[in-house]
């Protein structure tokens, strides 16, 4: 009967496989690198992605939170409170210019609201510059128009807080939506307090 066999060179039982060898120097050193750049690089993509579409949200496509004002009730915008007094149409009125969103149109009616701001600090008056009328119809088409403060006591040199002067929003839209168009109000884009959503005041008739 043969006797047990000698184990193999270096003492490693027979049938196990030997360990691999770790990586040259050079070699480990070098992954050790790439594994370093990918953690640098994947953190900066996606910060200049974040900030690319904070920054479209900011400028093209902010994002609305529209609020409906029933009519002579308060909503605040901003740091001002704002309420909407009456309407007055005009349908014999020609149409001005560029005052639609599709241009000009071949005959149009002044439409002039009334809307009363009650600025609530100092902040508020410096809002009232920035502040942007624009005429809603059903289908969503919307139309400029211009606002203009009846109070000229009204000055950022000397906020009057606690003050409610008048508004007087006037454009011209097409007579067919003169009686239907509703008031959105908001603060200009670079001005708002909230970058990335856009406020819309819209007030009810």
Do not use: C
Request: aromatic fraction near 4%; avoid cysteine.
């Amino acid at each position: 009967m043969p006797g047990p066999q000698p184990p193999p060179p270096g003492g490693r039982p027979a049938g196990d496989a030997a360990p691999k060898a770790p990586p040259p120097p050079r070699r480990l050193k070098r992954r050790l690198i790439e594994l370093g750049a990918v953690l640098i690089l994947v953190p900066a993509y996606l910060g200049i992605h974040w900030y690319d579409d904070h920054n479209n949200a900011l400028t093209f496509q902010p994002d609305e939170r529209v609020t409906i004002v029933p009519r002579g009730a308060w909503a605040k915008l901003g740091h001002n409170q704002w309420r909407l007094l009456g309407r007055q149409n005009d349908p014999a009125t020609a149409s001005a210019p560029g005052s639609s969103a599709a241009g000009s149109t071949p005959a149009g009616a002044r439409l002039t609201l009334l809307l009363q701001a009650k600025v609530l600090d100092a902040k508020g008056v410096e809002e009232l510059d920035t502040m942007v009328y624009e005429l809603r119809d059903r289908a969503g088409n919307l139309w400029s128009a211009e606002g203009e403060a009846e109070n000229p006591s009204v000055s950022s040199d000397e906020p009057p807080v606690g003050s409610m002067p008048i508004v007087r929003v006037t454009a011209t839209v097409p007579p067919t939506v003169l009686t239907s168009v509703v008031l959105d109000l908001h603060i200009q884009p670079f001005h708002r307090p909230e970058r990335t959503v856009l406020d819309v005041l819209r007030f009810a008739h």
